[in-house]
């Protein structure tokens, strides 16, 4: 595929259309879902089945006024909620969704999603500090060392699965899964390493997706109860929204991964009719998850994240790192 | 070491069991009333304000005993009757209800002797005004019997 | 205490490096108009302070200036989520004063209420509490079992919350057979939502690592406190006005006082879930032991007016040891009403326990103590 300017605009045009859209109605769904689990209807008023609600929100958002807190850093508070929404953009131009869609195929796809997504936190620590908001700051601070703990376990993870592929490159990972479900990198028993403990990998790449994520039960940053608000305390109008709308679009980029490098992306698990259609459908069975744990689950404590983190993720993501290694250098 | 693999193991466990629980609630049916849509019947002891209990006649059984107003610990009623010449009861003329300070003990339809006094099955009393809820009993009596 | 081994380590504070944190008085962990005043470090605590008042009505004053009868409806107003045990201590009170016999349907049915009236408050308490913790569907299912409770209660009462149902001599309004068969029904349907409570939350990881040893209350600090309820039985202290200094016909139930030894969080938790368990059998007695007859006494005087005197009387609510000193000059209006309310105990050890604690430990460990805050403020 050519980069041509029109091929890169369509494709940015394209990735935030996705995002914003995927963001708005993840929200319903976060809300459907969450009410069925407890019992009650959700959002059911405004449109069939409630599904106009995202778009009367966001218009209400956008009347709002947006207001800057006294005594802090203008230019950070502005920049923080764009920065949240601009690397989850970015790195959907690298997915592939199926062997034809995706924007820009690169080479070294799995580094530059991760170059991205570590820029995720960067936009906490911005509104944390600039919000001039001791609960804020506090959040900001969990948040920093929340990436530190978990980004080391997701690369260890991720390394795995590369070493199995040889390869960086995302289409290529996808494609030496593609055969069958049992070529996938969650159970793979037919492929390059026959390495029966990844899925414990897969859950450990996946804990990991949520504490990136920020979501329940590792919202730390967010923790309603006891930080009111945390990092977006300060922010009303648009710059909630986009830092809302960026959570929903880190959500599409965990599970995209996820997929991509565990589930075998667009291919099918009895190697028939490969496609878009079902990468979509691990994708969003991922995302119900998501929004299913988030439902059952209390919050873990900072010490007990970092905890789970040091003491038993990163220690297990490196002895399976150590063991695949070993396989691939036997087999 | 044993311990540090077990205890993962069961945690692991008890986090799907959890999950467990919430997809078996997923799947039920909602329990909630939508409420303007749909609307629960009062049930038959419902405390609402109070209301004034009529006679066949469509006149007001009470006495204007005073026993309510004395009663009540907020003192929200105010009532004034006068005694029509030639008879021997006082008839009552106002009838007072300052909802705004009512906490619907309910004292005042226990310490009624005559059956005057009754609880009404009203809950829809949201208002901006604080005029709206300075009730006048006896007009909402005339009210409900034309 | 296996959990926060490092949040007790000791930590050299200057002076300059804290800060302080206004908890509240609006903050979603307070559960209403409290004020706590934190000085931080990092997230450490180093000292707090809590400070109470926002919401005094001067309940014990009113109680000085209106009668007997006037202010019963004032004590459902005080703990909004268990009432009718707090009208419980006040018209037993009133009773011993003056010598009021109550018929026995009237006690057994004052026991049920309060029973059903403590298993809704524990279910309220156990949904905020998780949900301080970051869980919200156990709120929802617990609101759930809640809504039953309610509605057989305004059934008999004709209000959801703020009951007024004890007259001094026995009840408002008899029970019907409507309401005692909703009661059998509901006890059954109690204890399996108890099992599922148990499976969502009480064996949950994350939920056990975040109470497990934390937040130790020694029982030295609940005596000098004079915490009452789960917070004293949770540390080992086995004290429930019921068994203690039994009152009305609480003698003729079998049931457990569940006590736990580990001082933590944890074992506040269980207790709670435990009585909850133990009232439903109380509620079950009860309704088989419901013996016929009137519900207010034959004879009873027009006008309160107790003999001069000093009388006390302590009743367990949902939230621990209420206790009613009323002093009475022979008047229609009494000369001193007080109450002392359990919550306002239970809540000042927190300045003292929650030193050196961190943020989430100290908001989790102040769900645990059940804080009601108009009772506080009263």
């Known amino acids: 595929m050519n980069l041509t300017l029109l091929n890169v605009i369509v494709a940015v045009v394209i990735a935030i259309a996705f995002a914003a859209l995927n963001a708005a109605y993840l929200v319903w769904a976060e809300r459907r879902g969450a009410a069925r689990i407890q019992r009650r209807p959700g959002p059911n008023i405004n449109g069939p089945f409630g599904l106009l609600q995202p778009p009367l929100d966001g218009i209400k958002l956008m009347a709002k006024q947006l207001t800057t807190p006294g005594g802090a850093d203008k230019v950070l508070f502005i920049a923080a909620p764009v920065l949240a929404m601009f690397p989850a953009i970015m790195s959907f131009v690298t997915i592939p969704f199926s062997d034809t869609i995706v924007a820009k195929n690169m080479n070294v796809g799995v580094l530059m999603i991760f170059a991205f997504a570590s820029m995720g936190s960067m936009s906490l620590v911005f509104a944390g500090w600039s919000s001039r908001n001791k609960y804020s700051m506090m959040s900001s601070v969990r948040a920093v060392s929340q990436a530190v703990a978990y980004e080391i376990p ?152 970092l905890n789970l983190s040091w003491k038993i993720l990163i220690p297990l993501s490196l002895f399976n790192l150590l063991f695949t290694a070993g396989l691939i250098k036997v087999f | 070491m044993v311990t540090y693999f077990s205890e993962i193991y069961r945690g692991l466990l008890s986090l799907f069991e959890g999950m467990g629980v919430t997809f078996k609630e997923f799947i039920k049916p909602t329990v909630t009333v939508s409420y303007p849509y749909e609307t629960l019947e009062m049930c038959e002891r419902y405390r609402g304000h109070i209301e004034l209990i009529e006679n066949e006649e469509g006149e007001p059984n009470c006495v204007v005993c005073m026993m309510c107003q004395r009663a009540c610990p907020s003192d929200c009623i105010s009532i004034a009757g006068k005694k029509e010449e030639g008879s021997k009861k006082k008839v009552l003329t106002k009838y007072m209800l300052d909802f705004t300070k009512c906490s619907l003990c309910g004292t005042c339809v226990e310490s009624c002797n005559f059956n005057a006094l009754d609880f009404s099955k009203e809950y829809n009393l949201a208002s901006t005004r604080k005029e709206d809820f300075y009730f006048d009993l006896l007009k909402r009596l005339e009210d409900r019997n034309k | 205490m296996n959990a926060p081994v490092e949040t007790n380590a000791p930590i050299e504070i200057q002076p300059d490096e804290t800060f302080i944190l206004n908890v509240g008085p609006q903050h979603p962990a307070t559960h209403g108009v409290l004020r706590v005043k934190m000085e931080m470090n990092g997230e450490y605590i180093v000292d707090a302070e809590t400070v109470i008042g926002y919401i005094h009505r001067m309940h014990e004053k009113m109680g000085e200036i209106k009668t007997y009868p006037q202010f ?113 029904k509901f006890i059954p349907r109690m204890r399996k939502s108890l099992k599922k409570y148990h499976k969502l939350v009480t064996g949950n990881i994350i939920f056990r690592k975040r109470l497990e040893g934390v937040a130790p209350l020694s029982k030295e600090i609940c005596r000098k406190y004079g915490a009452s309820s789960a917070v004293a039985r949770g540390s080992g202290i086995n004290f429930d006005v019921r068994k203690n200094e039994p009152y009305s016909v609480y003698p003729e139930f079998d049931f457990d006082i569940p006590v736990y030894h580990e001082c933590d969080s944890m074992a506040r938790y269980m207790v709670r879930m435990d009585e909850i368990e133990q009232s439903l059998r109380i509620v079950e007695q009860g309704l088989a032991k419901l013996p016929d007859g009137p519900v207010m006494p034959k004879k009873k005087p027009k006008i309160i007016k107790p003999p001069a005197g000093d009388y006390y009387q302590a009743v367990e609510t949902a939230r621990g040891s209420f206790g009613v000193r009323l002093v009475s000059d022979g008047d229609k209006i009494p000369y001193r009403l007080k109450l002392r309310s359990p919550t306002y105990s239970n809540m000042h050890l927190f300045d003292e326990a929650c030193k050196g604690m961190m943020i989430m430990d100290a908001l989790a460990f102040m769900g645990s103590l059940d804080l009601v805050i108009p009772e506080i403020d009263r």
């Open chain 1, 154 to 305: 997701m690369l260890i993870t991720t390394i795995t699965v590369v070493m199995i592929a040889g390869s960086t490159d995302l289409m290529e990972i996808v494609n030496q899964q593609s055969p069958s479900i049992l070529h996938w990198n969650i159970f793979p028993l037919l492929g390059n390493s026959h390495n029966l403990l990844m899925p414990l990998s897969f859950l450990i790449f996946f804990t990991c997706t949520l504490a990136e994520t920020n979501r329940a039960p590792f919202d730390l940053g967010e923790a309603e109860s006891e930080l009111v608000a945390g990092f977006h305390t300060e922010y009303g109008s648009m710059g909630f929204g986009l830092f809302f709308m960026g959570e929903y679009a880190n959500i599409v980029i965990g599970s995209c991964m996820t997929t991509i490098l565990f589930l075998g992306g667009w291919s099918c698990p009895f190697g028939l009719f490969p496609g878009v259609w079902w990468f979509i459908i691990k994708l969003y069975i991922l995302i119900a998850t998501f929004i299913w744990i988030r439902w059952t689950f209390p919050r873990t404590t900072i010490y007990g994240l």
């Open chain 3, 72 to 184: 019963l409806m004032n004590l459902s107003r005080m703990d909004y989520l268990g009432a009718l045990g707090y009208s419980h201590g006040h018209v037993l009170v009133v009773e011993k004063a003056s010598a009021i016999e109550v018929p026995e349907r009237a006690e057994y049915i004052r026991a049920i209420m309060v029973e059903l009236n403590r298993i809704a408050s524990h279910l309220f308490w156990f949904g905020a509490f998780v949900m301080d913790l970051g869980g919200f569907s156990p709120l929802m299912y617990a609101l759930q079992d809640r809504e039953h409770i309610l509605d057989m209660l305004e059934a008999v009462t004709g209000s959801r919350l703020t009951y007024c149902y004890f007259r001094f001599g026995g009840v408002y309004n008899d029970i019907d057979d409507d309401f005692i068969s909703a009661a059998r």
